[in-house]
T-cell receptor
Framework: DVKVTQSSRYLVKRTGEKVFLECVQD?????MFWYRQDPGLGLRLIYF???????EKGDIPEGYSVSREKKERFSLILESASTNQTSMYLCASPTEAEMNTEAFFGQGTRLTVV | AQSVTQLDSQVPVFEEAPVELRCNYS??????LFWYVQYPNQGLQLLLK??????LVKGINGFEAEFNKSQTSFHLRKPSVHISDTAEYFC????????????FGKGTKLTVNP
């Protein structure tokens, strides 16, 4: 089974802190994604990465950055956390069959910024 | 660019009743279509997918969906729901160009009552 693991289920951080959300996948996938989930808004793409050290902005990258130093690990960074970044964060890694088939998701990290 | 509209944000039903969750998409290119389910405090899990071929797709837990190209719809159905089907359901689309980027709808919260 593909495993996508997010390091924390729940986090509470203070406004202005630098926050790291970690995601690890164990299937040697090249592609990894970070989404943010908010009630009534569904999932919105923050950043994605097609390979080590490669990253591309998604639909809502402001206030975030990412790091992909190793293939299995994709980190989401909140440079200076703000209360409007309180949300559920989901990491995903899709299979790489000939046709796009399925994205595997981590359990999510519920971040509260106080 | 693709977009997905889930027409109902909440759907309450009684146990053993049939249910349909509606999804419409827009895209200028051919697409792949997906339904994901999210149980409380968990990540997303693939329910079913349409890639090509038969327009009626069967998934896990007795769910099925029908791709209708002329109506750009991909509605999810189950003939008889259980309490355990209570969850949030997300419709998603990706283009067949291989970008592997999923665009999600805002979700439909299905509540099955006894």
């Amino acid at each position: 089974d593909v495993k996508v693991t997010q390091s924390s289920r729940y986090l509470v951080k203070r406004t202005g802190e630098k926050v790291f959300l970690e995601c690890v996948q164990d299937m040697d996938h090249e592609n990894m994604f970070w989404y943010r989930q908010d009630p009534g808004l569904g999932l919105r793409l923050i950043y994605f990465s097609y390979d080590v050290k490669m990253k591309e902005k998604g639909d809502i990258p402001e206030g975030y950055s990412v790091s992909r130093e190793k293939k299995e690990r994709f980190s989401l960074i909140l440079e200076s956390a703000s209360t409007n970044q309180t949300s559920m964060y989901l990491c995903a890694s899709p299979t790489e069959a000939e046709m796009n088939t399925e994205a595997f998701f981590g359990q999510g990290t519920r971040l509260t910024v106080v | 660019a693709q977009s997905v509209t889930q027409l109902d944000s909440q759907v309450p039903v009684f146990e053993e009743a049939p249910v349909e969750l509606r999804c419409n998409y827009s895209s200028s290119v051919s697409v792949y279509l997906f339904w994901y389910v999210q149980y409380p405090n968990q990540g997303l899990q693939l329910l079913l997918k349409y890639l090509s071929g038969s327009t009626l797709v069967k998934g896990i837990n007795g769910f099925e969906a029908e791709f209708n190209k002329s109506q750009t719809s991909f509605h999810l159905r189950k003939p008889s729901v259980h309490i355990s089907d209570t969850a949030e359901y997300f419709c998603a689309v990706s283009d067949q160009g291989g970008s592997e980027k999923l665009v999600f709808g805002k979700g439909t919260k299905l509540t099955v009552n006894p």
